[in-house]
């Protein structure tokens, strides 16, 4: 008889005293990356470990009375723990980076909270609340965050159903499921109000309606982490249906996601700050325009509460503290909601924001640039409105924003557009696997996770690294073909069809990995433009190739679901079966088996659409190389000896052609390039050339590549001025905020009125010659604006036949004398440090001591 249950519960496990412990390290998530929590807990059953998927929390789930006596008398065991626990606890209290260096103070004052927005996280396979980089990404930021010291709370969403779990029918298409998960069985805690009842964030919803959700909390090393739940019975059906998946559904319950993210997530952060007595942030940290909505709640905060700001000036008080970061160089994966949307969730009377009209709510997320769409709300643009620093993922990708956004900054050149760029980095705890810390460890001594281990990576024997490869590709052959077996039972084989799977894949051959989302713009399927040339080269006698591939495709995305069914067919081919495997549900436990086993890792997105793309990155951590398409991060860090660059055939408008071009580039890369170099072997066996690109790649990359390096990065570059600027325009009850809102009101009704009537130069001789001085003066109209308000600049630099400025330096002119009418003079002098044909013109700008950038307000006037 099936039956089903009409309630639940769940029985916790209680430890005995000395045993306890391992509940506080099984709920902290650093064992995810901590090999001795995770050998303390699969020592209590290694089988069940894998069974479980090494997932502590279910393991002390599992444990019964006679299991706790049994481990309670192992005075070994007991004492394991004790040490575990005593080690957490130096990890959570040693002064890290952040407190040794002095990062967390400047000046007086102590940045001692960021917030860190995300609508995905990724931190452990047990946790599954991630799709894809972004999530990853965000998980290995608070990783590395609490390695060193840097105090982030992270703000998220709890997905019942996660993304979802990926297999192939016989016909090669992509099938979904949706397990659901218990938070109860996860390694989470209910933030509870001090009589122990849930905390519950309510938003106000349509038509009388409302959105409430409880708040989980997990702690990633020093870090923690707030997830907000809809499923939560208070919630009529279809709102606790809000956070079932990540990115599903559509319309409403997309935008009800990301106002929960970001409203709500603000309201978690109060009650948080409020219960726990943790610091208020002083600065949000946006993960992508999912999370944009907080600077709305922030906004009504200012405005509703003790400072009494109007919106103007509560809106420049929230910019100043809020860093906005694009995880994306392609439109397509921006959100953009119907403005009606919009206004029916934000102009109802029952959910209105207090203190934010809805029109000017709209403003914030309006298209209103050449090229935008009136009727769209977009993301992305309200989180570049709200927040007053910006950046890409890496140096290419800010580029690509600059022009991609530069609408929101007209009259500026793509240069000044002010969006800059941290390269993204990945967390060497997480994804270097054990075996190369080991080895580390014997040849270059205990403090293997210090960046100098990069200097002294050539210290380490030759065989004994090649040798450490070997077990890795044995490694992830065993792994792969456990899934492949599973995946094949899944598409309808039987288990007495399937032994030609346990000899899939060569421990000794050279291994090519490649694993993303089944976007189109990634490309799956370029290696299939010549299948015959393919084959050639995995079926070589003498030097033969293998492939493991693996990636999703959003459950909507056909094009993204065909592209994998034509590669999962190809896998099929009796011709090359068992030497090109795709694996279906590519998640972090599965890619910790993949990077290590690769000898090369494969990226070959179409330029430049990769914004970084981590995964090569985590690869090369693991002593592979990368071949890739000069896009993302490897654009930026290539070197010639670190791997191979892919050639591009950018500006081929016909993209069948394009594809043609470069998947040619790849076969002949890896015919006479890649596959020479690494069956090239000594009298030993041993490919010296391959391992000393190898060894370079190590000293020369690792440090880079590191999240240790970019959460430092964003710590120097945009966490403490962002602080800085949020203190200041907050001191005085404001008086920033209010200084900087009547500023930029005064000059938007000015700047009609502000132009360039004439500029003289003197000092120009006939034939000038460098090093000699001129002498400017621009004579400039501004109506109502005082000089002291404006930036007056001369631009000069290399003069085309047509007039146009290129290697252009500005030089600040000074106010010198007013005529009255609003006419100014501003002179300066200019040392002619360049030969060749110059040119220069001269412009105004809006300054003020609160703004960061130039470009600012989007407003300069020329001649």
């Known amino acids: 008889m099936r039956v089903k249950a009409i309630r639940r519960l769940h029985v916790r496990t209680v430890l005995p005293a000395s045993l306890a412990p391992l509940h506080d390290l099984a709920l902290n998530l650093r064992w995810s990356w901590h090999p001795p929590t995770r050998d303390l807990f699969a020592s209590i059953d290694p089988d069940l470990w894998a069974s479980t998927g090494q997932d502590p929390v279910a393991i002390l789930s599992s444990l019964r009375s006679d299991d706790m006596d049994r481990l309670a008398a192992d005075e070994q065991f007991v004492r394991r723990v004790r040490e575990a626990s005593e080690d957490l606890e130096r990890y959570l209290t040693k002064p890290r980076w952040y407190h040794e260096q002095g990062a967390g103070e400047r000046d007086g004052r102590t940045l001692d909270a960021i917030a860190y927005f995300s609508p995905e996280f990724g931190i452990t396979a047990v946790l599954p609340q991630y799709s ?56 989470l805690s209910l933030l509870r109000e001090e009589d122990g009842s849930p905390v519950v964030i309510r938003l106000g919803m349509p038509r009388g309606a409302h959105l409430d959700a409880h708040v989980w909390r997990a702690q990633v090393g020093r870090v923690p982490l707030l997830l907000l739940d809809s499923d939560v019975e208070s919630n009529d059906p279809t709102r606790r249906e809000v956070t079932n998946r990540l990115y599903g559904g559509g319309g409403d319950q997309r935008l009800e996601q990301e106002m929960l993210l970001g409203i709500g997530g603000v309201r978690a952060l109060r009650a948080y700050s409020r219960i726990t007595g943790a610091p208020v942030p002083s600065v949000y940290h946006t993960n992508e325009g999912h999370a944009g909505f907080q600077g709305v709640e922030r906004i009504s905060e200012l405005v509703t509460g003790e400072a009494g700001l109007s919106f103007d000036e509560a809106l420049r008080a929230v910019r100043a503290g809020t860093v906005f970061t694009t995880h994306t160089p392609v439109p397509a994966g921006i959100d953009r909601f119907d403005v009606g949307a919009i206004a029916t969730h934000f102009g109802d009377p029952g959910c209105t924001i207090p203190g934010v009209p809805l029109e000017r709510l709209l403003k914030l997320g309006a298209e209103d640039y050449e090229g935008g769409d009136a009727s769209r709300f977009n993301m992305a643009v309200m989180g570049m409105r709200l927040g007053q620093r910006v950046n890409g993922v890496s140096e290419l990708h800010g580029a690509v924003s600059r022009d991609m956004f530069k609408g929101l900054w007209p009259g500026f050149d793509v240069d000044e557009v002010p969006i800059g760029s941290v390269t993204n980095g990945v967390h060497a705890g997480t994804w270097v696997d054990r075996r190369l810390y080991d080895l580390a460890k014997d040849h270059l001594g205990p403090e293997v996770a210090s960046r100098s281990v990069f200097t002294r990576i050539h210290e380490v024997p030759i065989d004994a690294f090649w040798s450490a490869k070997r077990q890795l590709r044995e490694q992830l052959i065993a792994d792969t073909r456990s899934r492949l077996k599973k995946s094949m039972v899944a598409r309808g084989q039987t288990e007495a069809e399937l032994g030609w799977v346990d000899s899939v894949l060569d421990p000794d051959t050279l291994t090519i990995g ?46 993204g679901k065909a592209l994998i069914q034509e590669m999962v067919r190809f896998t099929d081919d009796p011709e090359v079966r068992g030497k090109i495997i795709y694996l279906p549900n590519y998640d972090i436990a599965m890619a910790q088996q993949l990077y290590p086993g690769c000898d090369v890792w494969l990226n070959n997105p179409l330029r430049p659409f990769e914004a970084c793309g981590t995964s090569g990155m985590k690869a090369a951590l693991n002593g592979a190389l990368n071949l890739s398409i000069l896009d993302g991060w490897w654009d930026e860090w290539y070197d010639g000896q670190n791997g191979w660059a892919i050639p591009t055939a950018d500006g081929v408008e016909d993209a069948d052609r394009r594809d043609d071009l470069e998947a040619a580039a790849l076969y002949e890369l890896l015919e006479k390039t890649v596959v020479p170099t690494y069956y090239d072997r000594d009298e030993h066996g041993i490919p010296r050339r391959w391992l000393d690109m190898v060894s370079h790649t190590l000293s020369t990359l690792g440090p880079k590549v590191l999240a240790d390096r970019m959460v430092r990065d964003y710590t120097e570059q945009y966490y403490w001025p962002a602080a800085h600027a949020a203190w200041a325009v907050a001191a005085d009850g404001h008086a920033g905020a209010r200084s900087l809102a009547q500023y930029v009101t005064q000059v938007h009704h000015n700047w009609p009125h502000v132009r360039v009537d004439h500029v003289d130069v003197e000092g120009v001789a006939d034939a000038p010659q460098i090093g000699d001085e001129i002498e400017v003066h621009a004579f400039v109209a501004l109506g109502e604006l005082d000089p002291a308000s404006v930036k007056v600049q001369m631009a000069y630099g290399r003069a085309s036949a047509s007039d146009t400025l290129t290697d252009v330096e500005l030089v600040e002119l000074a106010p010198q004398q007013s005529y009255g009418e609003g006419r100014h003079r501003f002179g300066g002098r200019v040392r002619l440090e360049r030969t060749g044909a110059l040119g220069w013109t001269v412009r105004v700008l809006p300054a003020h001591p609160h703004m960061s950038a130039d470009a600012e307000l989007g407003l300069v006037t020329l001649p």
């Not at 433009?529 to 492939?547: A, S």
């Open 132 to 187: 894809g980089g972004l999530g990853i990404l965000a998980g290995d930021h608070l990783k590395a965050a609490s390695d060193q010291g840097i105090p982030i709370v992270g703000v998220g969403l709890f997905y019942k159903s996660g993304y979802f779990a990926q297999r192939f029918n016989a016909d090669g298409w992509q099938q979904e499921s949706y397990p659901v998960l218990d938070p109860d069985d996860l390694p």
């Open 514 to 559: 490649f694993a993303r989302r089944g976007a189109t713009y990634k490309r799956l399927t370029l290696m299939l433009r010549d299948p015959e040339r393919l084959k050639k080269l995995l079926n070589d006698p003498e030097r033969p190739v293998q492939l493991v591939i693996a990636g999703k495709s959003h459950p909507a995305d056909d094009t």
